[in-house]
Structure formats: C-alpha cells, structure tokens
C-alpha cells in the first residue's frame, strides 16, 4: 500500500541552525501538507501546498519558514533559523484531492529537537 | 475555531462502548477522524460531510449533526487495538485546505 514517507526520522540541531526536512508524498496525491505537534499536544496545521503554491498557512508559518516541492517526488519544510520552540514532531501529509471529501495521509514524522 | 472534544479521557474493558463527541462553535462543513498511538503519526478513520455522506472504516460509525455543529463517533465492542487518541479535525471555512484538530480523547482499552 502507498505511503507518505519522511526522512530523517529524528533531527536533533542547534538553536539559529537552517534545518531541512524532507517528504515523500504519495505519488499520485495533488495536495501537500505539514502539521507539528509539540509532545503531549495537539497536531497543528502549519500549510498546505498545491499546484506548485502555497494554498494555505498558519500563524505559526511565519518568514523562518519555507516549502518546496524541488522535484516531482520530494515536499520539503525548511526552518531557517531554529529556536528552542520549534522542537516537535514534523508531520507530512498528502490528500488526493481537496479536504472536501478526501483523507488526508500522515508520514511517520521527523522528530526535531532544538538544543 | 479548535472543535472541542469531550471526554478527554475514557478507558474501557475490551467489549465496552464509547462515545466520542467533537463540537465546534462555528458552522461545521466537514469532520475527519483520526486516531493516533503512541509515538505514531495519526492514521484516517473517517469523513462526515454535510447532508449525511460518510467515507472510512467499515466497522467505526459516526454521527454529524449540523444543527448541533456536533459529531461523535462510536466505538462499539472495544478492542485492545482501540486504545490510542483520537482526534478530530475540522476545515475553519468551506474550501479551505486545513484542518483543525481538537486536543483530542485518549481512550484506552484493557484486558
């Protein structure tokens, strides 16, 4: 069964470092999305992307952060400049088609932690 | 905008029924149902769309109630591989391309 996968699985980095993480969608899915969660917390929308633009994004998506579907595979969340607040677990997901009617499906996570 | 979910906790013996509620102070135009273990990313149970349409797993079932702006979902003869939490997520308008997610129910079944 196709799923979305992510890599790396933990990313442990210093505080004002640019960190990359990486997503594999599903490879017949149109829309993209990350969410984080901070541990014991709620999952949190952070944007979502179609046709090559951002169609969405939260408060929480401010200038530090970046997305970029380089390829026809890979969907990458960029933070510049971490801070301590950013360490949390980093989830891709890819619909098919519209949230309308369609299931969103959830990458395993990159745990990041900011030291 | 976050729905709220009700209990935040329950814990049954494996055969038990719960009951999960999400409500949200806005118009409701669809609700999707996850649940998500321990230390894993949350898997899709369901959609409830207005006028009554479903899509997801055969054997959860689920209510949405637009005049309420309320939807539960029903866990009927609990198993142990139930427990996890359970998490619904709600579009903030009609159209738009997130969702929402409450702070979730934990449910955890027992032996």
């Known amino acids: 069964e196709p799923e979305v996968t992510q890599t790396p699985s933990h990313q442990v980095t210093q505080m004002g470092q640019e960190v990359i993480l990486r997503c594999v969608p599903i490879s017949n899915h149109l829309y993209f999305y990350w969410y984080r969660q901070i541990l014991g917390q709620k999952v949190e929308f952070l944007v979502s992307?179609?046709?090559?633009?951002?169609?969405?994004k939260s408060e929480i998506f401010d200038d530090q952060f970046s997305v970029e579907r380089p390829d026809g595979s890979n969907f990458t969340l960029k933070i510049r400049s971490t801070k301590l607040e950013d360490s949390a677990m980093y989830f891709c997901?890819?619909?098919?088609?519209?949230?309308?009617?369609?299931?969103?499906?959830f990458g395993p996570g990159t745990r990041l932690t900011v030291l | 905008q976050q729905p709220v979910q009700s209990p935040q906790a329950v814990i049954l013996r494996e055969g038990e029924d719960a009951v999960i509620n999400c409500s949200s102070s806005?118009?409701?135009?669809?609700v999707h149902w996850y649940r998500q273990k321990h230390g894993e990313a949350p898997v899709f149970l369901m959609i409830?769309?207005?006028?009554?349409e479903q899509k997801g797993h055969e054997k959860i079932s689920a209510s949405f109630n637009e005049k309420k702006q309320q939807s539960s979902l029903y866990l009927t003869a609990s198993q142990l591989s139930y427990s996890g939490t359970y998490f619904c997520?709600?579009?903030?308008?009609?159209?738009?391309?997130?969702?929402?997610f409450g702070k979730g129910t934990k449910l955890t079944v027992n032996p």
């Open positions: 992307f179609y046709n090559n633009e951002i169609s969405e």
């Open positions: 997901a890819s619909s098919l088609a519209g949230l309308a009617y369609n299931e969103q499906f």
């Open positions: 806005k118009a409701l135009y669809s």
């Open positions: 997520g709600i579009p903030p308008q009609g159209g738009s391309e997130k969702l929402v």
């Open positions: 409830l769309l207005k006028g009554g």
